[in-house]
DNA sequence: ATAATAACCTGAGGGC
DNA sequence: TGCCCTCAGGTTATTA
Protein backbone atom coordinates (compact mmCIF):
# COMPACT_ATOMS: atom_id res chain seq x y z
CA UNK A 1 0.00 0.00 0.00
CA UNK A 2 0.99 2.82 -0.44
CA UNK A 3 2.89 4.90 1.94
CA UNK A 4 4.31 8.83 1.46
CA UNK A 5 6.15 8.44 -2.33
CA UNK A 6 3.36 6.89 -3.30
CA UNK A 7 0.56 9.19 -2.25
CA UNK A 8 2.70 11.97 -3.17
CA UNK A 9 2.92 10.52 -6.79
CA UNK A 10 -0.35 9.80 -6.87
CA UNK A 11 -0.83 13.31 -5.90
CA UNK A 12 1.62 14.49 -8.60
CA UNK A 13 -0.36 12.53 -11.06
CA UNK A 14 -4.01 14.05 -10.42
CA UNK A 15 -2.89 17.89 -10.51
CA UNK A 16 -3.83 17.89 -14.12
CA UNK A 17 -7.46 18.09 -12.58
CA UNK A 18 -6.73 22.10 -11.02
CA UNK A 19 -8.96 24.15 -12.58
CA UNK A 20 -11.19 21.74 -14.08
CA UNK A 21 -15.04 21.14 -12.93
CA UNK A 22 -16.29 17.83 -10.92
CA UNK A 23 -19.24 17.70 -13.41
CA UNK A 24 -20.77 14.86 -10.66
CA UNK A 25 -19.57 11.39 -9.17
CA UNK A 26 -20.74 8.22 -9.17
CA UNK A 27 -20.16 5.33 -6.46
CA UNK A 28 -21.01 2.21 -6.93
CA UNK A 29 -19.49 0.84 -3.60
CA UNK A 30 -19.92 3.54 -0.96
CA UNK A 31 -18.50 0.96 1.76
CA UNK A 32 -15.12 1.87 1.85
CA UNK A 33 -12.99 2.06 5.35
CA UNK A 34 -15.43 4.74 6.43
CA UNK A 35 -18.77 5.01 4.78
CA UNK A 36 -18.54 7.46 1.70
CA UNK A 37 -21.08 9.99 2.87
CA UNK A 38 -24.14 9.63 0.51
CA UNK A 39 -24.17 13.48 0.15
CA UNK A 40 -21.56 13.06 -2.71
CA UNK A 41 -23.52 11.17 -5.09
CA UNK A 42 -25.70 14.93 -4.95
CA UNK A 43 -22.32 16.72 -5.21
CA UNK A 44 -22.71 18.64 -9.26
CA UNK A 45 -20.29 21.30 -10.66
CA UNK A 46 -17.64 21.74 -8.23
CA UNK A 47 -14.24 23.13 -9.26
CA UNK A 48 -11.20 22.01 -8.44
CA UNK A 49 -8.75 24.64 -6.91
CA UNK A 50 -5.92 22.58 -5.37
CA UNK A 51 -4.53 19.09 -4.53
CA UNK A 52 -2.41 18.65 -1.92
CA UNK A 53 -0.91 16.12 0.50
CA UNK A 54 -1.17 15.61 4.21
CA UNK A 55 0.56 12.85 5.71
CA UNK A 56 -0.92 9.60 3.56
CA UNK A 57 -4.19 11.86 2.69
CA UNK A 58 -5.15 13.44 -0.50
CA UNK A 59 -6.44 16.46 -0.64
CA UNK A 60 -8.42 17.95 -3.36
CA UNK A 61 -9.59 21.08 -2.55
CA UNK A 62 -13.00 22.55 -4.74
CA UNK A 63 -14.72 25.79 -4.14
CA UNK A 64 -17.12 24.58 -1.92
CA UNK A 65 -14.97 21.94 0.26
CA UNK A 66 -12.17 19.41 0.00
CA UNK A 67 -12.38 15.38 -0.51
CA UNK A 68 -9.84 13.54 1.48
CA UNK A 69 -8.77 10.43 -0.04
CA UNK A 70 -6.87 7.26 1.81
CA UNK A 71 -5.64 5.16 -0.42
CA UNK A 72 -5.73 2.24 2.79
CA UNK A 73 -3.37 -1.38 1.73
CA UNK A 74 -4.48 -1.35 -2.46
CA UNK A 75 -6.07 1.92 -3.06
CA UNK A 76 -4.87 3.66 -6.54
CA UNK A 77 -6.53 7.12 -8.62
CA UNK A 78 -6.05 7.11 -12.27
CA UNK A 79 -7.01 9.87 -14.08
CA UNK A 80 -8.35 8.41 -17.68
CA UNK A 81 -10.72 9.36 -20.29
CA UNK A 82 -14.34 8.21 -19.90
CA UNK A 83 -16.19 5.52 -21.67
CA UNK A 84 -13.62 3.02 -20.07
CA UNK A 85 -15.95 0.31 -18.52
CA UNK A 86 -15.57 -0.24 -14.58
CA UNK A 87 -14.10 -3.12 -13.34
CA UNK A 88 -14.75 -4.96 -10.38
CA UNK A 89 -12.71 -2.95 -7.54
CA UNK A 90 -13.55 0.29 -9.63
CA UNK A 91 -15.72 2.16 -6.49
CA UNK A 92 -15.59 5.66 -7.31
CA UNK A 93 -15.66 8.08 -10.74
CA UNK A 94 -15.11 11.59 -10.45
CA UNK A 95 -16.31 12.47 -13.54
CA UNK A 96 -14.74 15.56 -15.25
CA UNK A 97 -14.87 18.22 -17.95
CA UNK A 98 -12.81 17.38 -21.00
CA UNK A 99 -13.81 13.91 -21.72
CA UNK A 100 -11.65 12.91 -18.47
CA UNK A 101 -12.71 11.08 -15.39
CA UNK A 102 -10.78 10.59 -11.86
CA UNK A 103 -11.12 6.88 -11.10
CA UNK A 104 -10.67 5.36 -7.63
CA UNK A 105 -9.81 1.76 -7.53
CA UNK A 106 -9.34 -0.71 -4.57
CA UNK A 107 -9.89 -3.96 -3.81
CA UNK A 108 -9.60 -4.60 -0.11
CA UNK A 109 -11.34 -0.93 0.33
CA UNK A 110 -9.12 -0.19 3.34
CA UNK A 111 -9.15 3.10 1.84
CA UNK A 112 -11.62 6.22 2.46
CA UNK A 113 -13.25 8.84 0.55
CA UNK A 114 -14.51 11.59 2.97
CA UNK A 115 -15.98 15.52 2.84
CA UNK A 116 -15.02 18.35 5.05
CA UNK A 117 -16.55 21.99 4.41
CA UNK A 118 -14.44 23.62 5.66
CA UNK A 119 -10.24 23.23 6.30
CA UNK A 120 -9.55 19.69 5.48
CA UNK A 121 -6.34 19.87 8.45
CA UNK A 122 -8.84 20.32 10.85
CA UNK A 123 -10.76 16.93 10.32
CA UNK A 124 -10.73 14.65 13.21
CA UNK A 125 -8.67 12.34 11.44
CA UNK A 126 -5.86 14.95 9.97
CA UNK A 127 -5.53 17.71 13.38
CA UNK A 128 -3.61 14.86 15.64
CA UNK A 129 -1.15 13.37 13.03
CA UNK A 130 2.86 14.01 13.84
CA UNK A 131 4.91 16.55 11.46
CA UNK A 132 6.13 15.87 7.80
CA UNK A 133 8.77 13.74 7.62
CA UNK A 134 10.31 16.12 5.02
CA UNK A 135 9.92 19.27 7.34
CA UNK A 136 12.50 21.15 9.32
CA UNK A 137 10.13 20.14 12.49
CA UNK A 138 10.79 16.28 11.92
CA UNK A 139 14.42 16.01 13.53
CA UNK A 140 16.65 13.98 15.88
CA UNK A 141 16.15 16.48 18.48
CA UNK A 142 12.18 16.27 17.81
CA UNK A 143 12.53 12.43 17.95
CA UNK A 144 14.63 12.08 20.35
CA UNK A 145 12.55 14.33 22.49
CA UNK A 146 9.15 12.78 22.02
CA UNK A 147 10.37 9.19 22.65
CA UNK A 148 12.62 9.22 25.54
CA UNK A 149 9.55 7.34 27.85
CA UNK A 150 8.75 5.32 24.64
CA UNK A 151 8.83 1.26 25.54
CA UNK A 152 7.70 -0.31 22.12
CA UNK A 153 10.26 -1.54 19.28
CA UNK A 154 11.64 1.96 17.11
CA UNK A 155 9.96 0.14 13.97
CA UNK A 156 6.98 0.50 15.50
CA UNK A 157 7.07 4.27 17.02
CA UNK A 158 8.79 5.26 13.32
CA UNK A 159 5.23 3.37 11.45
CA UNK A 160 3.19 5.66 14.27
CA UNK A 161 1.49 8.57 12.48
CA UNK A 162 1.52 10.79 15.69
CA UNK A 163 5.43 10.47 15.73
CA UNK A 164 6.14 11.20 12.17
CA UNK A 165 3.74 10.56 9.12
CA UNK A 166 3.90 8.92 5.87
CA UNK A 167 6.49 6.21 6.95
CA UNK A 168 5.21 2.19 5.97
CA UNK A 169 6.09 -0.93 6.40
CA UNK A 170 8.53 -0.88 3.42
CA UNK A 171 10.37 2.49 4.12
CA UNK A 172 10.44 1.79 8.32
CA UNK A 173 12.63 -1.51 7.45
CA UNK A 174 14.41 0.18 4.85
CA UNK A 175 15.33 3.54 6.51
CA UNK A 176 16.54 1.01 9.59
CA UNK A 177 18.92 -0.56 7.77
CA UNK A 178 20.29 2.37 6.37
CA UNK A 179 20.61 4.22 9.70
CA UNK A 180 21.93 0.95 11.10
CA UNK A 181 19.47 0.50 13.78
CA UNK A 182 18.00 -3.05 14.77
CA UNK A 183 14.40 -2.51 14.30
CA UNK A 184 13.42 -4.85 17.83
CA UNK A 185 15.02 -2.01 19.68
CA UNK A 186 13.37 -0.26 22.61
CA UNK A 187 12.57 3.40 21.08
CA UNK A 188 13.88 4.31 24.28
CA UNK A 189 17.22 3.22 24.36
CA UNK A 190 18.31 5.12 21.17
CA UNK A 191 20.79 8.13 21.49
CA UNK A 192 20.24 11.42 20.57
CA UNK A 193 22.50 10.71 17.87
CA UNK A 194 20.82 7.68 16.86
CA UNK A 195 17.61 9.49 16.71
CA UNK A 196 19.95 12.16 14.38
CA UNK A 197 20.73 8.96 11.95
CA UNK A 198 16.97 7.76 12.00
CA UNK A 199 15.57 11.14 10.71
CA UNK A 200 18.33 11.46 8.17
CA UNK A 201 17.63 8.04 6.98
CA UNK A 202 14.31 8.35 6.79
CA UNK A 203 14.31 11.15 4.60
CA UNK A 204 16.55 10.25 2.48
CA UNK A 205 14.91 7.08 1.30
CA UNK A 206 11.31 8.83 1.45
CA UNK A 207 13.18 11.48 -1.47
CA UNK A 208 14.49 8.50 -3.04
CA UNK A 209 11.41 6.76 -3.22
CA UNK A 210 9.86 9.50 -4.85
CA UNK A 211 12.09 10.36 -7.50
CA UNK A 212 11.19 6.46 -8.40
CA UNK A 213 7.54 7.33 -8.27
CA UNK A 214 7.30 4.98 -5.30
CA UNK A 215 7.33 1.32 -5.01
CA UNK A 216 4.92 -0.97 -6.81
CA UNK A 217 4.65 -4.27 -5.23
CA UNK A 218 1.08 -5.13 -6.56
CA UNK A 219 -1.79 -2.73 -6.67
CA UNK A 220 0.08 0.21 -6.86
CA UNK A 221 0.06 2.52 -10.11
CA UNK A 222 0.39 6.13 -10.54
CA UNK A 223 -2.37 8.40 -11.50
CA UNK A 224 -1.64 7.52 -15.15
CA UNK A 225 -1.10 3.84 -15.23
CA UNK A 226 2.70 3.87 -14.37
CA UNK A 227 4.15 1.03 -12.17
CA UNK A 228 6.51 2.92 -9.09
CA UNK A 229 10.61 1.81 -9.57
CA UNK A 230 11.51 2.00 -5.65
CA UNK A 231 11.28 -2.10 -5.47
CA UNK A 232 14.54 -2.66 -8.08
CA UNK A 233 16.60 -0.55 -4.85
CA UNK A 234 15.17 -2.16 -1.95
CA UNK A 235 17.78 -3.47 0.53
CA UNK A 236 15.76 -5.60 2.92
CA UNK A 237 12.33 -5.83 2.69
CA UNK A 238 10.76 -8.54 0.81
CA UNK A 239 14.53 -9.91 1.05
CA UNK A 240 13.83 -12.46 4.11
CA UNK A 241 16.83 -15.36 3.60
CA UNK A 242 18.06 -13.54 1.06
CA UNK A 243 22.10 -12.00 1.68
CA UNK A 244 22.66 -8.73 2.76
CA UNK A 245 24.32 -6.67 0.04
CA UNK A 246 26.55 -5.39 2.50
CA UNK A 247 28.04 -7.77 4.49
CA UNK A 248 26.45 -10.72 2.65
CA UNK A 249 24.92 -12.51 5.88
CA UNK A 250 21.23 -14.16 5.67
CA UNK A 251 18.88 -11.30 6.29
CA UNK A 252 16.70 -11.96 9.71
CA UNK A 253 12.88 -11.22 9.51
CA UNK A 254 10.14 -11.50 11.99
CA UNK A 255 6.73 -9.85 12.95
CA UNK A 256 6.81 -6.66 14.93
CA UNK A 257 3.61 -5.16 15.63
CA UNK A 258 2.13 -7.55 12.98
CA UNK A 259 4.05 -6.18 10.68
CA UNK A 260 6.58 -8.14 8.32
CA UNK A 261 9.99 -6.92 9.45
CA UNK A 262 13.60 -7.74 7.62
CA UNK A 263 16.92 -7.11 9.00
CA UNK A 264 20.60 -7.73 8.98
CA UNK A 265 21.55 -8.79 12.25
CA UNK A 266 25.28 -8.00 11.60
CA UNK A 267 24.43 -4.45 10.15
CA UNK A 268 21.65 -3.53 12.27
CA UNK A 269 22.35 -2.56 15.93
C1' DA B 1 -1.76 6.17 29.99
C1' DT B 2 0.48 3.02 27.19
C1' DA B 3 0.93 -1.11 24.61
C1' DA B 4 -0.54 -5.33 22.39
C1' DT B 5 -4.21 -7.44 19.30
C1' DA B 6 -8.46 -7.75 16.68
C1' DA B 7 -10.91 -6.00 13.09
C1' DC B 8 -12.06 -4.18 8.61
C1' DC B 9 -11.65 -6.62 3.09
C1' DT B 10 -10.19 -9.32 -1.22
C1' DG B 11 -7.19 -12.24 -3.67
C1' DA B 12 -2.90 -14.78 -4.50
C1' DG B 13 -0.07 -18.53 -3.51
C1' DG B 14 1.46 -22.73 -1.08
C1' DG B 15 0.66 -27.29 1.01
C1' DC B 16 -2.00 -31.27 1.04
C1' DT C 1 -9.65 -28.91 -8.40
C1' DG C 2 -10.53 -27.62 -3.93
C1' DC C 3 -9.93 -26.55 0.87
C1' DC C 4 -7.39 -24.34 4.45
C1' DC C 5 -3.80 -21.56 5.79
C1' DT C 6 -0.79 -17.33 5.48
C1' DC C 7 0.35 -13.16 3.53
C1' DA C 8 -0.17 -8.22 1.62
C1' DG C 9 2.24 -0.26 0.82
C1' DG C 10 -2.96 0.96 6.78
C1' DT C 11 -5.41 2.56 10.60
C1' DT C 12 -8.90 2.51 14.19
C1' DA C 13 -11.37 0.34 18.01
C1' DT C 14 -11.05 -2.69 21.68
C1' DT C 15 -8.81 -5.11 25.28
C1' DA C 16 -5.27 -5.82 28.77
Redesign the pocket.
Known sequence: ???LP?VETTCKGISPIVGSKIKHIIIRQP?L?WPIPPALSEFKNLIVKKVSRR??YILIHTDQGAFII?L???GRLCLIKQGLTAA??DHVDFILTNNRLLRYTD????GSILWSDEDPLNHR?LCELGPEPLSRSFNGQYLFKITR?????IK?TI?D?KIVVGV???YANEALYLAGISPIRKTQSLSLEECQALVKAIQKILKRAILQG???????LSADGKRGYFKQKLQVYGRQGELCFSCTKILSSEKI????TVYCRTCQK
Open positions: MPEEKRAKHGMSKHHRRFLTKKTATMQGNIGTTLRDFGQRM
